[in-house]
């Protein structure tokens, strides 16, 4: 059968048309990437920028003005967006903190919420629904948004406080745990397939871990050639990151398993590869690559899936899961460090407030699940808007509020929760590593006397002693 040419020529415009769209609606969601920020430092970030982003996408999408769609390849961006939001995710995270007293209790805290989760939701719908579709929403529910909350800790001055070393480890398994639920009980395959085919994938991980270990202890030099290489055109730690980026989704995607486990599992990897002077350089370079188009972009086209209509016509609907992700997860955390020891070195009810709100702010993996729920058909559009929508509001509450706790403060709180000596001395050591140019396998560590003297001669002095004293005791 022949094909006419007019056939051929209405195909060819028809898929011009359609790379047109594609380049229209990059642009409407690069000036929305772009504008964000500038609003939220107008309003002096009181409105985090992923909030905007969200809002933006929900304007510019087909529910409103419908300016952009999600034609061609910007849904494969958006998978690499949330690929790379995972992966920085996981490489601020500690591995051997988990170990740990506190990563013991974090993690038992976890499932209290994810149960309490199930619970709730079949208990409003009267049992009377699909128990993979409770299983959403508890993930929903129990989740952390740990890497929308990183920039937000930094701007709030908790970061490096008790508070924020709290914050990152209750968000490393609010977010990891979701994702083996999500692996495990929202997989195409039976729960007794999917764990199997996890610790297939989990031994996988484990060799790319070693493989690059190994290499650079048997070839001499190699580790010294990649970091010379970091500062040129062949940025090679950045490539490092997105082939372990690229190989581990790949596993996921062949797994039939959800694709942010492999990012997280890389960003993980990335962090054991680093070394520990070159974490700050190699994090501010991570988030240089993704926050500046790829993970913006994720969030603008997961606002363009919010449907305005289903959720003005149902503020009670956001209210409730608002106030449900607030008891789902928040509570049990400030119940568990009221009660028991576990070992966050908290000590005052306003820290163990700002962690509970710290914790509960969830987002990326609401936005994640909603979208495995719905493409299975476990869960209808109107209630994954609402529930983005609701994430979207924990994170534009929930650090305001935990913000607003610690300015209200009294000064022993204050102090308290403010570095210590040492923590201090890291802080300006990561600050001045960050100013020096990876030419070598190491960076240069800054001397001491150098950090005495920013901070003042005075404390500076005492610094000194207090590190002198460290070092004999190590010694």
């Known amino acids: 059968m022949l094909i006419s040419s007019e056939t051929i020529l209405l195909a060819s ?24 920020p500038l609003l939220s430092r107008l309003l002096r970030k009181r409105i985090p920028d992923v909030v905007f982003l969200l809002l933006f996408g929900m304007l510019i999408g087909p529910n409103v003005l419908n300016l952009a769609g ?3 390849g910007i849904p ?19 591995a051997q903190s988990l170990r740990s007293r506190q990563g013991g209790s974090a993690v038992l805290t976890w499932f209290v919420c994810f149960s309490l989760g199930l619970l709730g939701a079949a208990s409003i719908t009267g049992f009377a629904m699909n128990v993979y579709t409770y299983v959403a929403i508890a993930v929903a529910l129990s989740s952390t948004a740990l890497g929308t909350l990183l920039p937000m800790l930094k701007s709030n ?6 508070v924020g070393n709290a914050v990152l480890l209750q968000g490393a398994v609010g ?16 729960p007794g397939a999917a764990l199997l085919i996890l610790l297939a994938f989990m031994a996988i991980a484990i060799i790319t871990a070693l493989v690059p270990h190994h290499l650079f202890t048997r070839i001499p030099g190699l580790r010294a050639l990649i970091a010379a290489e970091a500062n ?40 054991s590869l680093t070394p520990g002077s070159a974490l700050h350089l190699v994090t501010r370079r991570l988030e240089t690559a993704g926050f500046s188009f790829l993970i913006p972009l994720f969030f603008v086209v997961s606002g363009m899936g919010i449907n305005p209509a289903a959720v003005t016509a149902n503020p009670l609907g956001l209210i409730a899961v608002v106030i449900g992700i607030l008891l789902v997860r928040g509570l049990p955390v400030f119940v568990a460090e009221m009660f028991f020891n576990t070992g966050s070195g908290l000590e005052t009810k306003n820290e163990r407030a700002q962690l509970a709100l710290y914790s509960a702010a969830g987002l990326p993996i609401i936005v994640a699940v909603t979208s495995v729920a719905t493409a299975s058909d476990l869960m209808k559009d109107q209630t994954a808007s609402l529930l983005v929508a609701g994430g979207a509001m924990t994170v534009l509450l929930f650090p305001l509020w935990a913000a607003a706790i610690n300015r209200l403060l009294p000064a022993q709180a204050a102090s308290a929760s403010a570095p210590s000596r ?8 990561a600050k001045k590593n960050s100013e020096v140019k990876l030419s070598t396998g190491m960076i240069p560590v800054v001397e001491l006397k150098s950090a005495a003297s920013e901070i003042g001669s005075r404390d500076g002095s005492q610094l000194l002693e207090d590190s002198a004293e460290s070092q004999k005791s190590t010694s």
């Open 13 to 36: 415009e028809h898929s011009a048309l359609a790379e047109s769209a594609q380049y229209v609606s990059i642009f409407w969601i690069t000036l929305a990437a772009f504008i964000s």
């Open 70 to 72: 999600t034609q061609g």
């Open 76 to 94: 494969l961006l958006k998978e690499l967006g949330l690929g790379m939001l995972f992966l920085i995710a996981g490489f601020e995270i500690n």
């Open 157 to 162: 001055g908790a970061a490096g406080t008790r």
């Open 175 to 190: 977010e990891l745990f979701p994702i083996f639920a999500m692996s495990l009980l929202l997989s195409s395959h039976s």
């Open 232 to 271: 040129t055109t062949g940025q090679t730690v950045l490539r490092l990151a997105m082939l372990l980026l690229g190989a581990l989704t790949m596993c996921t995607a062949l797994f039939n398993l959800d694709a942010v486990l492999g990012a997280f599992a890389a960003g993980i990897i990335l962090r």
């Open 422 to 429: 040492r923590e201090q001395i890291a802080a300006l050591k």
